[in-house]
């Protein structure tokens, strides 16, 4: 089946400093790609949609400065979270679209702790 | 707009009993449900999905759910709970047509007792 790799699993970085989390679709391509902002005991908040070779389209209140997403392949988006604050501490996951019905695929997700 | 309400935000279950998870839709067009099953620092697995055709889904580790228009509901269900079962379960909802995005409940956590 469908598999997308995300990472890294876990970083940790000083306040100030920018983090790249990578997600890969390994097996398809994929047209559409999602990133998400999870919080403790807390459900999926949509941060943005991307979709190969455009700009993301980033939902209400995320700042698109802060938290750069590039999907320059069908294969790989990135996402940067710039000038990291210990307030983006958060688990985000990274979901692609093959186009098809039930076509979700999330990947493992990547543990961000900003010091 | 499109909702999706899971009612109880912890479910407690002896093992061997029966599981039942709620979830509720709000939509002016029935939309494409699922549920996944979450582990700790892990992402998100299908357990099952409606789109169309038949309103019983059966899905993975013994899970199925039904799709009732009439209640606007797909509860997830599983005969007899394993210690393995225990998770964060989340009910999802998009829009008929390809790569719309999902909307979320808020999870329930499931616990199982020996």
């Known amino acids: 089946g469908a598999v997308v790799s995300q990472h890294p699993s876990r970083v940790i970085c000083k306040s100030g400093t920018s983090v790249k989390i990578e997600c890969r679709s390994l097996?398809?391509?994929?047209?559409?790609m999602f990133w998400y902002r999870q919080f403790p005991k807390q459900s999926l908040m949509l941060m943005a949609t991307?979709?190969?070779?455009?700009?993301?389209?980033?939902e209400q209140g995320v700042e698109k400065d802060k938290f750069l997403i590039n999907h320059a392949s069908l294969t790989l988006s990135t996402l940067t979270v710039t000038s990291a604050h210990p307030e983006d501490s958060s688990f985000y996951i990274c979901s692609a679209s093959t186009g098809e019905v039930d076509g979700y695929t999330f990947g493992s997700g990547t543990r961000l702790t900003v010091v | 707009a499109q909702s999706v309400t899971q009612l109880g935000s912890h479910v407690s279950v002896s093992e061997g009993a029966l599981v039942l998870l709620r979830c509720n839709y709000s939509?002016?067009?029935?939309?494409?449900l699922f549920w996944y099953v979450q582990y700790p620092n892990q992402g998100l697995q299908l357990l099952l999905k409606?789109?169309?055709?038949?309103?019983l889904v059966k899905g993975i580790n013994g899970f199925e759910a039904e799709f009732k228009k009439s209640e606007t509901s797909f509860h997830l269900t599983k005969p007899s709970a394993h210690m393995s079962d225990a998770a964060e379960y989340f009910c999802?909802?998009?829009?008929?047509?390809?790569?719309?995005?999902?909307?979320f409940g808020t999870g329930t956590r499931l616990q199982v007792m020996l």
């Open positions: 409606y789109t169309t055709g038949a309103t």
């Open positions: 939509s002016s067009v029935p939309p494409y």
């Open positions: 999802a909802g998009r829009r008929p047509g390809t790569a719309s995005k999902l909307t």
């Open positions: 991307s979709n190969e070779g455009s700009k993301a389209t980033y």
């Open positions: 097996d398809f391509q994929a047209t559409t």
